[in-house]
T-cell receptor
């Protein structure tokens, strides 16, 4: 199993350019998430998905769009990149264990994508 | 809403010293609690977890006990090594009414261990 993979690992964009970050998991997980990590801010949830064809906003969704056309893939799009979107982006996935108190829903993270917007 | 508060770093220790990283939480339900570790240049990975009160999670010499009465999940290790240098994140997962298991992370605590 490759686990959670992210493409690309590094990217430099100019302000106004667009790009798509790809996350893929081979663990048949239902839930997938996109986070950004900035110094002193910890992890902030951008968008998430609870299953194929579904998406929902997280804490900091503005400027990003997502799609989950296939269960194993979760795409994060930046339509018009801004310097404030310079960050490290992490994808994660986990099982859904609905109905259980105290779910053991461990998150599995990808290695990250380091994005710089000039 | 849910929140996780952990001590700010960096925490700097000498090898073989005792480690404590404090973590407290607020949650509307009955959450599961986690510690994740992030080594330089990598993503987060699960270190340990606990799902109910008084449970103790342990792994690689680290341990943390789920204390419902004090809403805490402090991370401890008796003797740290240089290889433990990393950023440690406390997190909780709680299912809101009719909702999904969306995790809440603390801001992370950087640990630096000197030889």
């Amino acid at each position: 199993n490759a686990g959670v993979t992210q493409t690309p690992k590094f990217r430099v964009l100019k302000t106004g350019q667009s790009m798509t970050l790809l996350c893929a998991q081979d663990m048949n997980h239902e839930y997938m998430y996109w986070y950004r990590q900035d110094p002193g801010m910890g992890l902030r949830l951008i968008h998430y998905s609870v299953g194929e064809g579904t998406t929902a906003k997280g804490e900091v969704p503005d400027g990003y769009n997502v799609s989950r056309l296939k269960k194993q893939n979760f795409l994060l799009g930046l339509e018009s990149a801004a310097p404030s979107q310079t960050s490290v982006y992490f994808c994660a996935s986990n099982w859904r264990t609905a109905g259980l108190a105290g779910s053991t829903d461990t998150q599995y993270f990808g290695p990250g994508t380091r994005l710089t917007v000039l | 809403g849910n929140s996780v508060t952990q001590m700010e770093g960096p925490v700097t220790l000498s090898e073989e010293a005792f480690l404590t990283i404090n973590c407290t939480y607020t949650a509307t339900g009955y959450p599961s609690l986690f510690w994740y570790v992030q080594y330089p240049g990598e993503g987060l990975q699960l270190l340990l977890k606990a799902t109910k009160a008084d449970d103790k999670g342990s792994n690689k010499g680290f341990e943390a006990t789920y204390r419902k009465e004090t809403t805490s999940f402090h991370l401890e290790k008796g003797s740290v090594q240089v290889s433990d240098s990393a950023v440690y994140f406390c997190a909780l997962s709680d299912k809101p009414t009719g909702g999904s298991y969306i995790p809440t992370f603390g801001r992370g605590t950087s640990l630096i261990v000197h030889p």
